[in-house]
């Protein structure tokens, strides 16, 4: 069985990283238009350097990492050959809108994963069009070291988008903030994002070990009249809860957007 990877940007290329892992490199083709950026990527992983007809030709599965402006186009141009499964990280672009583009009918699964996915640490959305249970079980296979997986029913995909697939660049902005707080505080500047992200991770993992919900653990922490409810009145007074689930909302707007 062999995979195509299109695209080999940043989340092409983690992907592509993590199914080697899974699957062996060896089976993975990779195309870009920067043939560079291709080549750099198959040395580090194993990988064959291939094109747009190969990959067409020979693969089971083909991944689309294109933005959803260059989709139309490249699905144009794809000489497909037989009924792989197609694969798409396209944000906004629905499983239908996908199948008029392609001009006939394939099987779909549709994703949204997010950067943590280069780390093993990933969470992919996905979908699925026409693509019954083998080829479902092959795709979990393919991305079983990206992370964890979650299936939904298409309409939710654009809203969990928002969340899974935009929130690490909200995250990653707090851990500036949290970082440039301490430094105002007098915290070393060259340990405070460490310590930042450090944090993070560590209430993070709390959250997941699922015993107690995010709101007790923070009560938890908030000792009355002491210094962490100092920071928590200082946010609530300036709406943080507000403008974090306003962020998610403009992201899932925008997403919807992209699918128009």
């Known amino acids: 069985m062999n995979y195509g990877f299109i695209g080999c940007g940043n989340m092409g290329g983690a992907l592509a990283s993590a199914a080697s892992q899974a699957v062996g490199g060896e089976k993975i083709l990779l195309a870009d238009a920067d043939l560079q950026k291709a080549q750099a990527l198959a040395a580090r992983i194993g990988a064959k350097v291939s094109d747009l007809e190969t990959i067409a030709k ?13 989709m139309a186009a490249l699905l144009a141009d794809l000489p497909i050959e037989g009924n792989p499964t197609m694969v798409s ?5 629905s499983t239908e809108t996908l199948g008029r583009m392609a001009g006939r009918e394939l099987s779909w699964i549709r994703i949204m994963p997010n950067t943590p996915v280069a780390l093993g640490e990933g969470r992919i959305l996905y979908t699925l069009k026409n693509a019954d249970a083998k ?8 991305f079983s070291k990206a992370g964890a997986l979650y299936k939904l029913e ?7 988008t928002a969340l899974s ?3 690490p660049a909200f995250v990653y902005l707090f851990i500036e903030a949290l970082a440039e707080g301490a430094a105002r505080c007098g915290v070393p500047q060259e340990m ?10 560590g209430a993070a993992k709390m ?10 653990l923070r009560e938890n922490v908030c000792s009355p009249g002491g210094s962490t409810i100092e920071g928590i009145k200082s946010l609530e007074a300036d709406d943080f809860r507000k403008i974090i689930y306003q962020a998610v909302e403009k992201s899932y707007i925008r997403t919807k957007e992209l699918g128009q």
């Open 89 to 93: 990280m396209a944000a906004g672009l």
């Open 165 to 167: 697939g935009c929130g």
């Open 154 to 160: 298409e309409h939710l995909i654009d809203a969990g």
């Open 207 to 216: 959250v997941l070990q699922g015993e107690k919900e995010p709101a007790e």
């Open 135 to 142: 080829a479902e079980e092959g795709f979990l296979t393919l």
């Open 58 to 70: 020979e693969c089971d599965y083909i991944i689309l990492g294109v933005k959803p402006q260059g």
């Open 192 to 201: 405070v994002v460490e310590l930042a992200a450090g944090t993070v991770l």
